[in-house]
């Protein structure tokens, strides 16, 4: 028995002595103290996990809905901005490292529980290849053994991890949509913004009732243009209208430009008229004599019939001033109005309905705006050759701010027609206003005297438009907003003065936006779920293998154990592998040396390939095994070798 463990040990002598050092592999590759941290021991997984995520939130929060510039650069200078197969790469790229990532702590889990099994004689390399077969196995627990358990955990990550692996880059990919945009060129071009002041085109403006119905006119086509899409923008975005900067391409960008302004606040529908309304104000609808609500024309505001006409009450007459040129001072004469207060309170009428004779407006509701409620109409009856008919107004007290405001960015979305970019900034100074001073504008005067016959021609943008039928109160809000900024708009641009201030312009760049297709795009979150589960999965295997057999495994060199996938170098480390090889037609001639499990006596095996297998325990590897070292074994053991032996 004696003579047994001798021959033993020197079998492992000769594997352990390498270029005359002590050389334990057992002891390197097991770590039966301290175990490494979870991060440190699943540093890939981790990665993977939180790759993955950013690669989701990056897409949905930041890239989405974002210009990029068509096609590829031509120059690796400037990188910024991005182009379009830029994007696409890099979005391709990151999934494509970040599956590797996975991938890459798959092989080492594999090979730290392959490590475990073999080194606790827990399990022989057939059981191993049954569990880690890359074929669907069958589901019987004796084909396992004791490690059915594993085999269905196994199973469970491979069906996982699957998906992933082969589909997550074409659903990424295809739930990325590009779209044509605009994007706005690095270099701008300066030109010059208008600002009204004290002109000559002021002092004929004040002369002559046709220069005022030139303003009248140019103001209501401003507003029908820009009313073609006003009613249906999501948000508010002032616009304006300027003139001589119509040559500028549509799409381009601006840098700080002035936009008037008008919030209705709050609009009060009126009951008990006679009490609530100023009697001036009531005047100028009911006493056409009075002439307050029209220039020149026969036919004044109220007595058009086109329901959902509007008009801005005023107490005054709208005519042009009496001038005395060697009079400069005289109130209404040629000085341009001051600054006026933002916050502003106007009544406006609204006719709802026009109706034949032995109607009351107490008693029908509008054909546009539905039932009128409990709200008191206003009756105006008039003549028509032999026709009687009766005007119904409905009469409401507006709470407003007007002014203009200072936007930072612009753009501009048809010809001559800028837009204000609204950033969340410009909303809550639009909504405080703390600082008064810097929204105030000294057009806001003489917009409001002009507004009444810039409405009376907007009668063609009627409540007929879907969005507003039943909804007199947005009616009312955005074709006060409407006439107001056209109005401002034409004024500026005609008492234009020559110290105007300079605009920044970018022209813009062919460019696409990037769109995330929804439904492909959970697609690939719901797989890529399926991975991270996958691992928790592979995780909780290797915990139970490690509490099962009470051995945990440190991979020094993981990385190198993944590329080089050399089992030669699991061998010397492991005490027992039985059961399982099947020597490949490449080994034919290849002598080994075995030592059976319940004998220790040595026999010489040469094997050929014939698709059988071959049965053994504490196998040693044999690799160019000095010639002295074979001298000093025992004499009763045979050592037999042939080139280098590969596994």
């Not at 019987?140 to 589909?167: D, E, I, N, T």
Request: glycine content about 6%.
């Amino acid at each position: 028995m004696n003579s047994d463990k001798d021959r033993l040990m020197a079998s492992n002598s000769i594997d352990e002595k390498k270029d005359g050092k002590s050389f334990n592999p057992h002891d390197a590759r097991l770590n039966t103290g301290n175990r490494p941290s979870f991060l440190l021991a699943h540093l890939q997984f981790v990665l993977f996990l939180l790759g993955w995520t950013g690669l989701a939130l990056t897409l949905t929060l930041y890239v989405r809905d974002r210009p990029f510039r068509v096609g590829y650069r031509e120059a690796l200078k400037p990188f910024f901005p991005l182009h379009q197969v830029e994007v696409s790469f890099l979005v391709a790229a990151a999934d494509a490292t970040i599956k590797a990532a996975f991938i890459s702590w798959c092989y080492i889990v594999s090979w730290r529980l392959i490590y475990m099994l073999l080194a606790t004689r827990g399990a022989t390399l057939r059981e191993i290849s049954f569990i880690a077969s890359s074929l669907p196995p069958s589901l019987g627990r004796r084909r396992f053994g004791k490690h059915w358990k594993l085999s269905y955990a196994l199973l469970v990550v491979v069906c996982l991890s699957m998906p992933a692996q082969y589909f997550s880059t074409p659903l990424l990919s295809g739930s990325i949509a590009w779209t044509p945009s605009a994007q706005r060129n690095n270099s701008a071009q300066s030109l010059i913004s208008p600002i009204a002041g004290e002109t000559l085109a002021w002092d004929a403006y004040n002369e002559r009732s046709e220069e005022r119905k030139s303003l009248v006119l140019r103001s209501a086509a401003i507003a029908i243009v820009n009313g073609i899409d006003s009613f249906h923008r999501p948000t508010f975005a002032p616009r304006r209208t300027i003139q001589d900067l119509g040559d500028v391409p549509v799409n381009s960008s601006t840098g700080s430009l002035r936009f008037p302004f008008f919030i209705a606040d709050k609009i009060e529908w009126l009951h008990d008229l006679d009490k609530n309304v100023p009697s001036e104000l009531l005047d100028a609808l009911e006493d056409e004599s009075l002439r307050r609500l029209n220039i020149s024309d026969q036919e004044g505001l109220i007595t058009r019939y086109t329901s959902g006409n509007m008009v801005l009450l005023r107490d005054y007459s709208w005519t042009p001033y009496s001038i005395n040129k060697n009079k400069t001072t005289e109130e209404g004469n040629r000085l341009f109005p001051n600054a006026t207060s933002v916050s502003q309170e106007k009544y406006i009428a609204v006719l709802v309905n026009r109706l034949e004779e032995g109607y009351s407006c107490s008693e029908e509701s509008s054909v546009i705006f539905g039932e009128m409620g409990s709200m008191d109409l206003l009756s105006v009856s008039w003549n028509s050759g032999n026709a009687r008919f009766t005007n119904c107004y409905a009469i409401a007290k507006v709470s407003a701010r007007a002014g203009s405001y200072m936007f930072s960015k612009g753009r501009v979305v048809s010809r001559g027609v800028f837009e204000a970019i609204v950033d969340s900034s410009d909303v809550e100074n639009m909504k405080n206003l703390t600082e008064m001073e810097k929204y105030q504008d000294r057009l806001t005067t003489e917009v409001f005297a002009a507004m009444p016959e810039v409405m009376l021609n907007l009668a063609v943008l009627n409540a007929t438009n879907a969005i507003f039928w039943e909804n007199l109160t947005g009616y009312t809000r955005d074709l006060l907003s409407l006439a107001f900024e056209a109005t401002w708009s034409e004024m500026s641009n005609r008492f234009r003065e020559h110290g105007s201030d300079f605009l920044a312009i970018y022209g813009p760049v062919s460019g696409v936006t990037l769109r995330v297709l929804w439904k492909p795009f959970i697609g690939w979150i719901v797989i890529v779920s399926c991975a991270i589960l996958s691992g928790l999965v592979f995780i909780l295997v290797e915990m139970y293998v490690e509490s099962r057999y009470g051995v945990r495994i440190d991979l020094r060199d993981p990385v190198l154990a993944l590329l080089r996938l050399d089992m030669s170098q699991v061998f010397p480390s492991v005490p027992s592998m039985c059961n399982s090889s099947e020597v490949s037609k490449w080994d034919q001639g290849v002598w080994l040396s075995f030592a059976h499990r319940d004998s220790v006596a040595s026999d010489k095996h040469k094997h050929t390939h014939k698709g059988g297998q071959t049965d053994w325990c504490w196998m040693r590897t044999l690799q160019e095994v000095p010639q002295e070292a074979l001298e000093k074994a025992p004499g009763d053991v045979e050592y037999s070798y042939r080139g280098l032996l590969s596994t």
